[in-house]
């Protein structure tokens, strides 16, 4: 009877980055570790990380669930799961481009920021440019990435103190002036 081994997580880093023929100087700065750190991670000279956000962040880049890595502890807080970061997924999916590709569309700098909002822990930016810039990458029609935004700064009111309700009419005026001007713009 043959005993069936489980693969350790250094292994399935080591072979995704193979596999992809991903520069592990790229998959460090898309994770938020250092060179050295990928490097003794895959080389086993350092245990595989504990630690909840690097491994959630490993399993985005990778496209696989944190759980199968068996360092991962499942959080006891709340997931909030947000629409338009499951509608940027969906267009990844339709686009039929992997996270790696897509992460690569995006300077050295921000891309560990586009890999927090894929799994979860930052919400889309609210920075016009930069989310027009995932559109563009994902091919969304700037209508909906007009709707993302419009989405994302009615948040921002509301956790800024507005009431967006009782300011309704002046929320509608500023965003029909926003529409017009975005969209002419394009």
């Known amino acids: 009877m ?10 399935k880093v080591a072979k995704f ?11 460090a700065e898309m994770i938020g570790v250092t060179l050295s750190y990928v ?15 690097t491994i959630e962040r490993i399993a985005t880049v990778m496209e696989i ?44 700098k921000k891309r560990l920021d586009v890999v927090d909002m894929l799994r979860g822990a930052l919400p889309v930016p609210i920075d016009y440019k ?5 559109g563009k990458t994902l091919n969304m029609p700037e209508t909906e990435v007009y709707n993302i935004w419009e989405t994302r700064m009615k948040q921002a009111l509301q956790s800024a103190g507005m009431n967006i309700y009782s300011n309704g009419e002046l929320v509608e005026t500023m965003f029909d002036c926003a529409k017009k001007y975005i969209l002419k713009n394009k």
């Open 39 to 53: 490097y003794n991670l895959i080389d086993e000279t350092v245990p595989f990380s504990t630690r909840g956000t």
């Open 17 to 27: 980055l193979d596999k992809t023929s991903l520069h592990k100087r790229d998959f």
């Open 2 to 11: 043959r005993q069936i081994v489980p693969e350790k997580s250094s292994e």
């Open 65 to 108: 669930e944190p759980e199968n890595f068996g360092e991962y502890r499942i959080p006891q807080e709340p997931i909030l799961i947000d629409e338009a970061v499951e509608i940027i997924k969906d267009y990844l999916k339709e686009n039929k481009l992997s996270v790696v590709n897509f992460l690569k569309s995006f300077p050295r």
């Open 130 to 134: 930069e989310l027009s810039l995932i």
